[in-house]
């Protein structure tokens, strides 16, 4: 390749050493060692591929677009159509991953082609291109059921030839097509389906990353949480075991760092998210804005607002859509009416289901914020509806939380309850405490509409307690302002405190941990201490559990 400086390889026979490297997925030694072996006589077709192959998991698109070129061109002139055709189906990926739209197009065209010009009858390339077209068909022209099809038709030529990485890619683009029709659980069945063959090793690495990584983004997308989990701890172990990859670990990171944020271990979660963004580096490419975007959505959790309003922006700039997390960072900066105003563009221009699942929670609990309960409670309707085709836990617990949010901001607190407790259990199956905690706090204001002030006191103080224990700041911050408290009278940065207390920290350590002067936590321990009426931190802790409190 091109200005390549050729590392030596030990031993006498680099091709050999590279075939073993691609065997034990020792990419930065196979990629070494083809390189070497290229140096001493050119590469055959095969080794070509394998070492495209290896340039493309360490990252170096334009290394593996050099050696899947020259692979196709020695293929092509021995009339191996299908070879060919396997390593024209790559060079197109890599070239639109890239963006280079234009140059995807005119290699997909070669490819067809030379297709076409097969006089024998029909192999496994022709089943590649309609992958290509099942994709276009759904991804673009949103004409899922032409998807579907296309998509069907490559998984028969797929298993009449043996050929596993094509069953894979196709089911996975067909699986995707019948969500986006609406067909949620067939859909899912088609995933999993593909992921058979992953999870058998029967593909090729690519594959193998490229079919985990779409398949936990669709989990997310319709909020089935538990197949999300299932995968993305899958994709872990298989990452591990691929020596020197770089192209799937970013996003194999950034789903575990959304997983870890929606279980409610922010500090974890922020950690995996900046390993991400590390590991995409200065990468322009939508993964990495996502990275950016996960970063951002912890930061905003975590109240450290500007870092998250920077990460917005970088996300943005990767192409990755800053929304809804950045609106709802304008809702914590208590900048309300601009978050509505972005929120309301961002809906009018936004018409798939799914794409309008992952806005609407944020729409609805911006619009009850200014006031807008009528529109809130449209689009709390149309969450229960999509909720209803999904058919996800996560998505009810959504829908139901909404409605719940709704039905009290319009004084109808028992319809609410009834809601909002729905929600709750459903945040709570999911191990998603967060989410629990906010449907504690609603439900916390139910109770106390309704007179029933001892069972307002239990769901706030839970709430309060989960949310310090998570380190949820601007959920906490936002209840001072509204000046959330306790039976107890101890404020919502009280209970916070007392929980630092019970811990055994000191006032200086407090103050560090939440970013308060010294003498601030001075006046809010002796607050606590009066209003518990106790003369010491052991006794102020002892009460507090007594009554709940923590």
């Known amino acids: ?53 290896s340039s ?21 002139a021995r009339t191996e159509v299908d070879d060919a055709a396997r390593c024209g189906f790559w060079i197109v990926y890599a070239l639109a991953n890239r963006g280079e ?20 009858g029909r192999g496994c390339g022709h089943g590649y291109l309609l992958v290509f077209d099942a994709f276009r068909a759904a991804a673009i022209d949103h004409d899922y059921a032409r998807g579907h099809a296309a998509a069907d038709r490559a998984v028969r030529i797929g298993r009449e030839h043996g050929e596993a990485d094509l069953v894979a890619l196709a089911l996975n683009v067909g699986g995707r097509a019948l969500i986006y029709a609406g067909e949620v659980g067939q859909g899912l069945k088609r995933l999993d389906e593909a992921m058979v063959g992953v999870m058998a090793d029967e593909v090729s690495p690519i594959v193998a990353g490229t079919v985990y990584c779409s398949v936990i983004e669709a989990c997310e997308e319709v909020q089935e949480l538990g197949r999300a989990a299932e995968w993305t701890a899958a994709l872990s172990r298989w990452c591990d075991e691929q020596q020197g990859m770089l192209t799937f670990n970013g996003q194999c990171l950034t789903h ?31 993964a990495a804005g996502r990275a950016m975007y996960e970063l951002a959505q912890v930061q905003r959790l975590t109240g450290d607002l500007s870092n998250a309003a920077a990460n917005y922006r970088r996300a943005a700039e990767r192409g990755h859509d800053p929304q809804p997390g950045l609106a709802l960072l304008r809702l914590a900066q208590g900048r309300s009416e601009a978050a509505s105003t972005m929120m309301h563009r961002r809906m009018e221009e936004t018409t798939g289901e799914l794409d309008r699942l992952r806005l609407l929670p944020a729409y609805v609990e911006i619009l009850l914020d200014v006031g807008d309960t009528e529109t809130a409670a449209a689009a709390a309707r149309e969450l229960t509806t999509t909720a209803a085709m999904v058919r996800t836990t996560a998505a009810e617990a959504e829908a139901a939380y909404a409605t719940g949010a709704v039905a009290l901001a319009q004084g109808e607190p028992g319809q609410a309850l009834v809601a909002l407790r729905d929600a709750f259990q459903r945040w709570r199956s999911l191990h998603a405490p967060l989410e629990a905690a906010r449907c504690r706090v609603v439900i916390a204001r139910a109770c106390t509409m309704l007179g029933d002030h001892d069972a307002a ?26 000046g959330i408290g306790t039976e107890s009278g101890l404020t919502a940065r009280e209970i916070e405190v007392l929980a630092l207390v019970a811990a055994g920290k000191t006032n200086r350590v407090i103050a560090d941990e939440l970013a308060l002067a010294v003498k601030t936590v001075d006046r809010h321990v002796a607050n606590i201490l009066s209003k518990l009426d106790v003369t010491s931190r052991t006794a102020a802790t002892a009460v507090a559990y007594e009554q709940g409190l923590l």
Do not use: H, N
């Not at 709430?463 to 906490?476: C, E, Q, V």
């Open 1 to 53: 390749m091109k200005g390549r400086r050729v590392s030596a390889v030990p031993g006498s026979d680099p091709l050999s050493a590279a075939r073993r490297a691609v065997a034990s997925q020792q990419w930065d030694a196979a990629d070494a060692a083809f390189a070497a072996a290229d140096a001493v006589e050119g590469l055959a077709p095969d080794d070509l591929r394998l070492w495209g192959m």
């Open 56 to 76: 493309y998991l360490l990252r170096r698109p334009q290394d593996a677009l050099e050696a899947l070129t020259r692979a196709y061109e020695q293929f092509a």
């Open 101 to 120: 739209i234009g140059q995807a197009g005119g290699w997909l065209s070669r490819v067809d082609r030379l297709l076409s010009e097969q006089t024998t």
């Open 256 to 286: 575990r760092a959304t997983l870890l944020r929606l279980g409610g271990r922010l500090d974890a979660a922020a950690d995996e998210a900046a390993r991400a963004c590390q590991r995409f580096g200065a990468a322009d490419e939508p």
């Open 457 to 482: 006191s239990v769901e706030m103080t839970a709430a309060l307690r989960a949310m310090t224990d998570m380190g949820a700041r601007s959920d906490l911050a936002r209840l001072r302002g509204q």
